[in-house]
Each structure stands twice: as C-alpha cells, then as structure tokens.
C-alpha cells in the first residue's frame, strides 16, 4: 500500500480519468492561515515601503510554513493511528476538470475483492457500492 503511487488508474467511458489509492493512514487536512488585514490609511507614507515585504513575509508564512509545520507535527500521529486500525481506505481521485474525490472504507481481507469492483464500476462510468465496504461520499 502506497501514499503516493496509485493501485490503479482508470478511464470511464467519457474519458475521465481516476487514481485509485488504498491506504490506512488518514493525512491531515491542509488548512491555510489567514494573513492579517492591514489598514493602508493608519501607515505613514515611510511605513508604506515596508508594507510589501511584511505582507510577503506574511503570504510565506500563512499560506506555506505554519500549514507545512501543522502537518509535520499531525503526521506522525496519523501514521500510528493508521498503523493500529483494522480499516482500510480506498480513495478514488479525478484530478481533472475539477478535482473529485470518493471514499470507501473496508477491512484487509477484502480490500482485493473491493478494489476490483470500484475500479469495474467507475470503468463504467458509475459509482458502485461494493460488498464488504462503505461508502462514505465524495468531496471536491
């Protein structure tokens, strides 16, 4: 089971194209910060050249670190709780026009037989909910 490498590809009838990826670890969710709103009014004229390199500064470190550094502290949390759970996760990704994902859970003895039939169904251009699993939705 990989994170990164899909199980297996498929192309539905109308060409779309999807990853299917089975996995126990959950990652953390990506969360960007805020950046803080100034008021351009309340800066002297002086104050106003240091305004875009603390506002870039800002962008870097909402937007980029502070994100990266939750991850980095939640992942190996993830990683165990995935390791100690009995649950299997298949995840169906369709990267293009808009991303979409779907999600279905299962368990280690049936997660061939499962993965065979969502990759059948969506070949087909439908979701299926397969024997031995639960579908949890969508998202994107």
């Known amino acids: 089971m990989s994170l990164f490498r899909p199980a297996r590809t498929v192309t539905t009838p109308s060409g779309e194209y999807w990853e299917l990826y089975v996995s126990k670890t ?60 009995r649950a299997i996760r298949i995840e169906a990704l369709r990267p293009y026009p808009s991303r979409r994902v779907l999600l279905w859970t299962t368990t280690e003895g049936q997660v061939d037989g499962v993965l065979e039939e969502i990759a059948a169904g969506l070949a087909e251009g439908r979701v299926v909910q397969p024997v031995g699993a639960v579908y949890s939705g969508q998202t994107g």
Do not use: C, F, K, M
């Open 26 to 85: 959950v990652l953390p969710e990506w969360r960007e910060g805020r950046p803080g709103s100034h008021e351009a009014d309340t800066w002297p004229v002086a104050a106003g050249l240091l305004e875009l390199p603390l506002a870039l500064v800002e962008a870097i470190w909402s937007g980029l670190v502070r994100p990266l550094l939750r991850v980095a502290v939640l992942l190996p949390g993830a990683w165990l709780s995935g390791r100690r759970s």
